[in-house]
C-alpha cells in the first residue's frame, strides 16, 4: 500500500516561495511508469494539477504555472518536491501530492491527505 505524506509550512508570504515535501512510503519513487504529483484545489474551486515527476526524473508542468513551479526529488529519501515561487493570494488552497500512471490528471490512484496553505502577509 502505497502512502502519500505532504509536509510544510501552511502559512507563505507574497512574493514568498512555497516549498512542500512528499514522503513516499510502500514504493519507490522510481519504479516504472508511476508519476508523482502535484494537485491543488483553491477554496470553492476545483482541483487543479500542477506538475509531476516521473519515475526516470524527468519533469511536466502545467503551462499556466511552469514559469513559477519546479519539481524535484530525493531518492536517497524517496521524497519529491514542489517549489512555487513568487506567491501571492490566488495560490491559497489545499496542496495534494499523489501517485498516477499518466502525467496532466486529477485523478491519481494514491493521493496524501493534503495540506492547507495559504498566502498571506
Known amino acids: 500500500q502505497v502512502q502519500l505524506q505532504e509536509s510544510g509550512p501552511g502559512l507563505v508570504k507574497p512574493s514568498q516561495t512555497l516549498s512542500l515535501t512528499c514522503t513516499v512510503s510502500?514504493?519507490?519513487?522510481?519504479?516504472?511508469?508511476?508519476?508523482w504529483s502535484w494537485i491543488r484545489q483553491p477554496p470553492g474551486k476545483g482541483l487543479e494539477w500542477m506538475g509531476a515527476i516521473a519515475y526516470s526524473g524527468s519533469t511536466y508542468y502545467s503551462p499556466s504555472l511552469k514559469s513559477r513551479t519546479s519539481i524535484s526529488r530525493d531518492t536517497s529519501k524517496n521524497q519529491f518536491t514542489l517549489q512555487l515561487s513568487s506567491v501571492t493570494p490566488e495560490d491559497t488552497a489545499v496542496y495534494f501530492c499523489?501517485?498516477?500512471?499518466?502525467?496532466?490528471?486529477?485523478?491519481?490512484?494514491?493521493w496524501g491527505q493534503g495540506t492547507q496553505v495559504i498566502v498571506s502577509s
Open positions: 510502500g514504493g519507490s519513487i522510481t519504479t516504472n511508469y508511476y508519476y
Open positions: 499523489a501517485r498516477a500512471r499518466v502525467i496532466r490528471t486529477t485523478q491519481p490512484d494514491y
